[in-house]
């Protein structure tokens, strides 16, 4: 039996473990038939040419891992941002685990999107907010139809969140092969702000393959920075779909970290419904042996006096894959719109690729938008340069690539995070970046 | 110190150097002249290691070795330096994190342990006043947006903080006022001592006021066909170079 039909098949079993909620099951059962018509994206999808899900698609995954939580904080530690007080809701295989988490319903709840889903208080904001900017293509769906479980945050207007919220999926390898479908909601009402780092962290070789959906509601002059840490091991695939949907001047970020996994698709999409509002993309993708990375954005500028930003930088070695597809959108009322985006990628060895397509639908005449896409390898100049200072070849290629993804570095907002990225970075480079920040 | 004997270079196909011989010893100052495409800046080039040229005969002795095999940071390490005549700009990393970088990696390749904060930060003080540079402008990216003199300040600024035995000066009076020239020519001065040796790669005499070299050679063709004291220079600027060519292609 394929992926698919294993999946449809198992839907109504699903469904009878998980309490069934009239408004979330009707939500769920149309999602399954979408999946069902549509099945998995393939290669003659427009939005698939250069990543074929093929080679993650063939396993035998587990879709129902047992609980085992087994893992100790010092043993998983590193892969949080430790250095700040922060909340976490934490998962392994998929299974919320309470003695790694730190939730609160103290003003805000940052809790699991079970209890969300079940209790009759979060009722309300559930039936606004839930599957409400989700698209409704088959990857989606198919984890809308499986929804039971992941991060579940409401920050109520004019609250400025001080510790950021960490939302951490480990994969343990208990299972010979497992399938993950995580989805968060994430609500932010006016004047509030909140900072969210998620990480997707797999410790073990097993196959694990994650379709991850996240939908975030900023409200009314809101700000929210969220950070993704993604895959660093060669057995886990990642295909995160994550839809922000802005208000009125209100201000989100969002960064992506990619610097490993066998295969990464980030669906990311920003919907601006209200005036004067500002989004941020940006990215680092640092990959090499067969790994395949795929950016794939979307900005749909709606409303007049918005901006945009995108930046995304990618270093790819030995036969790596990137592919960035950044699309944007300017409605015919969205006038005086600024939308950039740029794409700079360097190629480490003769068979790296990288598939880079801007893609601009302009309807508005009175707007600024520009596109960039730059691929090359480093330069020699600066590399001889450093050399003859006395810095050596690795250590001169690991500063220069520093250096090529520092613009993006810039604009992360909590220095901890700014400080871990760097060595992830350097760790990544296989160099001692010889200097703090 | 060094010693360089029938040096063949040459680039993709191009012959470049055909047999230079040049002998600098420690407490010397040399001046290279000579005109556009006599050879110059590749000759420096050669010796500071960079790759893409190749050299087909001769060799290149630094203290008694021969560093033909070595890496460009491996002559650095030995204590080669060259300052460049067009700076490399590097964004994204600061003067003073790339001066860090270079000398631990040196120490690191020398068997130290790497300088203590304290230390470098005084290292760079000092070294910073001697070329007259704002402390501001350590924290800038690397070349970037520097005017022409700030580079050339900035390639002596780490010459001084390296201290090299052999620096080789790359047309550093290319694109300087006479004031930056003063500064930079005086922090080479106040560099110098017994043990070191400076080579200067000059088009024009100009340098050479400041700097006084105690030989002068002319390199034309890839050879160097005239040597003499420092009123060789005088004599190229007033009288320019082709009166050489013509003693040359005359022979």
């Known amino acids: 039996m394929d992926l698919k039909d294993k999946l449809v098949s198992s839907f109504l079993a699903f469904e009878n473990r998980v309490d069934v909620d009239a408004y979330v099951h009707d939500v769920r059962t149309d999602a399954i038939k979408i999946f069902e018509e549509k099945g998995f994206p393939s290669k003659k999808d427009e939005a698939w040419k250069y990543t074929s899900l093929n080679s993650v698609l063939k396993h035998d995954y587990s879709l129902f891992p047992k609980q085992e939580d087994a893992l100790e904080y010092r043993d998983v530690k590193k892969y949080f941002i430790h250095e700040i007080d922060s909340y976490k809701i934490v998962f392994i295989d998929g299974k919320y685990s309470s003695h790694l988490s730190q939730t609160t319903h103290d003003g805000i709840d940052v809790c699991l999107m079970s209890a969300a889903l079940s209790k009759p208080k979060y009722q309300l904001v559930i039936e606004n907010y839930f599957n409400k900017i989700a698209s409704k293509d088959s990857l989606t769906s198919l984890n809308t139809a499986f929804s039971s479980e992941g991060a579940f945050i409401h920050i109520p207007k004019n609250k400025v969140v001080e510790k950021p919220i960490q939302i951490v999926h480990f994969s343990s390898g208990n299972e010979a092969a497992t399938m993950l479908q995580p989805r968060n909601l994430i609500v932010v009402d006016e004047n509030s702000h909140v900072q969210i780092i998620e990480r997707h962290q797999s410790l073990t070789d097993n196959p694990v393959l994650t379709n991850c959906v996240t939908e975030v509601f900023a409200n009314k002059r809101a700000i929210v920075d969220y950070y993704k840490i993604q895959n660093d091991n060669l057995t886990a695939s990642l295909i995160d779909n994550t839809f922000i949907n802005q208000k009125r001047e209100s201000v989100a970020s969002v960064h992506t970290f990619s610097f490993g996994g066998k295969l990464t698709r980030n669906n990311l999409n920003f919907f601006q419904n209200g005036e004067r509002i500002d989004s941020t993309l940006k990215g680092v993708t640092i990959i090499g042996d067969k790994q395949h990375v795929d950016h794939n954005t979307l900005v749909h500028h709606i409303e007049p006096n918005c901006e945009s930003h995108q930046d995304y930088k990618g270093i790819f070695d030995d036969s790596a894959v990137g592919v960035f597809n950044g699309k944007v959108i300017v409605e015919k009322e969205a006038q005086k719109t600024n939308a950039f985006q740029a794409n700079n990628n360097i190629l480490i060895s003769d068979k790296a690729t990288i598939n880079t397509k801007p893609q601009l639908e302009i309807f508005a005449d009175d707007v600024k938008c520009s596109h960039g896409c730059t691929i090359g390898q480093l330069d020699e100049s600066a590399m001889f340069y450093m050399r003859s200072r006395g810095i050596p070849e690795k250590e001169a290629k690991g500063l220069l690539m520093y250096a090529f993804s520092n613009n993006v570095l810039s604009s992360v907002k909590i220095p901890e995070i700014k400080q871990r990225i760097t060595k992830l970075i350097a760790n990544k480079l296989g160099v001692n970046i010889g200097f703090d920040l | ?251």
């Open chain 2, 1 to 251: 110190m060094l010693k360089i004997e029938n040096l063949h270079a040459r680039v993709e196909d191009k012959a470049i150097l055909r047999g230079i011989n040049l002998e600098v010893k420690p407490g010397e100052v040399h001046a290279i002249m000579g005109p556009n495409g006599s050879g110059k800046s590749t000759l420096s080039s050669v010796i500071a290691g960079k790759e893409e040229y190749e050299v087909t005969d001769g060799s290149i002795f630094f203290e008694g070795e021969d560093i033909e095999e070595l890496a460009a940071e491996e002559r650095a390490h030995k204590g080669i330096f060259l300052s460049f005549q067009y700076p490399v700009e590097i964004p994204g990393v600061s003067v003073t994190n790339f001066m860090k970088t270079a000398i631990n990696e040196t120490r690191k390749a020398q068997g130290l342990e790497e300088m203590p904060a304290k230390d470098m930060l005084k290292l760079i003080r000092e070294k910073s006043e001697l070329l007259e540079i704002d402390r501001k402008f350590l924290s800038r990216s690397l070349n970037e947006g520097f005017s022409g003199g700030e580079k050339k300040r900035n390639e002596i600024f780490q010459m001084a903080m390296l201290d090299p035995k052999l620096a080789i000066l790359d047309e550093t009076d290319s694109g300087l006022d006479i004031d930056a020239l003063r500064i930079v020519a005086n922090g080479v001065n106040k560099l110098k001592n017994e043990n070191n040796a400076v080579v200067v790669i000059t088009h024009y005499q100009r340098l050479l006021d400041y700097i006084v070299p105690d030989f002068v050679h002319v390199l034309y063709n890839g050879r160097i066909v005239k040597s003499g004291g420092k009123e060789l220079a005088h004599e190229l600027e007033e009288k320019g170079y082709d009166w050489i060519k013509e003693e040359v292609d005359a022979k």
